[in-house]
């Protein structure tokens, strides 16, 4: 997509191709007392100043939206890899002490049976391991099933088959320093670092281009004319040079996509305010 976005830059800030227009008069092909008839016209077209620099720069711009989207795109696959494997650490934990609890339930429930054999003991204490270890197996099953779809995600990031075998996670983690930082400062440093907000920084740089582009539409554009008329009685009037130019009289569609632009302006400057808030909630929900 990015690739795709700054190709669009060299479409815009291109002028059209020239046109080459040839016509003849059929009759004086078979008039032995005529000239052959013929005309050749080569035509330019020129748009008003600046109206191919505005529409090249918007597309710069929003290749620059893009690139930022690519950004963000790295940033998000990189939290889901860290929060996938942190939750596969989790339930590996957590499989390693359900066996360790179902191995200390089978070593007291012959003791539970014996006693409720000699008469020592009711019989609640054995039946209780037999719905504990029922349990047990219970929450294995589904520890399990929680593993495997944690190693076909993180298999998938990685371009894997969703079955493939990953090693297992180290035995134990070592937290964090607990680094909190002022607030404020962090939260600056979130608006500042956040390829989102570049990339809506991008775009309202691209639509202020557009907006500079729709208010040249009001003006003409010119195409120059090279005509050669064999036809012309007289040689000196055979060559002609000359310009022709649009009469912008759709004001209402240019007025339309010069409000069309300003309000997407107007909806860049809201998801911007949005966005920030959202950071700004982030930081402050990460560090309580």
């Known amino acids: 997509a990015w690739r795709a976005a700054l190709a669009r830059y060299a479409q815009e800030d291109t002028l059209d191709d020239p046109m080459l227009t040839y016509m003849f008069a059929p009759a004086t092909i078979f008039d032995p007392n005529a000239p052959y ?58 499989l390693e002490i359900n ?11 012959p003791a539970a049976e014996a006693s409720y054999a000699i008469g020592r003991g ?7 391991a037999v719905v504990m270890l029922a349990q047990l197996e219970r929450e294995r099953i589904a520890l399990e099933s929680e593993r495997a779809v944690l ?9 894997r088959p969703p079955d493939a075998a990953l090693p297992p996670p180290p035995p134990s983690l070592e937290p964090p320093a607990e680094e909190r930082g002022d607030t404020r400062a962090l939260q600056q440093e979130a608006l500042a670092g956040r390829p989102e907000l570049r990339a809506l920084g991008a775009q309202k740089s691209s639509l202020d281009a557009r907006i500079e ?27 002609m040079v ?47």
């Not at 066996?99 to 429930?109: G, M, S």
């Not at 190693?151 to 371009?159: G, I, P, R, S």
């Not at 130019?245 to 909806?267: F, K, S, T």
């Open 242 to 288: 000359g310009v022709s130019a649009a009469i912008p009289l759709a004001l209402d569609r240019r007025a339309a996509g010069e409000d069309e632009a300003r309000a997407r302006l107007a909806l860049n400057d809201s998801q911007r305010t949005v966005l920030e808030d959202r950071i700004r909630s982030e930081v402050h929900q990460a560090l309580t």
């Open 37 to 94: 008839g013929q005309t050749v016209m080569l035509s330019q077209a020129l748009p008003w100043p600046g109206k191919r620099t505005a529409r090249g720069d918007a597309e710069l711009y929003e290749a620059e939206m893009v690139a930022e989207d690519y950004e963000t795109a790295r940033l998000e696959l990189a939290l889901q890899a860290c929060r996938l494997y942190d939750e596969y650490y989790l339930v590996t934990r957590q």
């Open 122 to 128: 009711g019989l609640y204490e054995p039946l209780q």
């Open 151 to 159: 190693v076909a995600q993180l298999n998938e990031l990685m371009h």
């Open 213 to 239: 582009a729709s208010e040249r539409e009001y003006y003409p554009d010119f195409t120059v004319i090279a005509e050669y008329n064999s036809m012309a009685l007289m040689p000196s009037e055979q060559v």
């Open 99 to 109: 066996d360790a609890t179902r191995r200390v339930v089978d070593q007291l429930k």
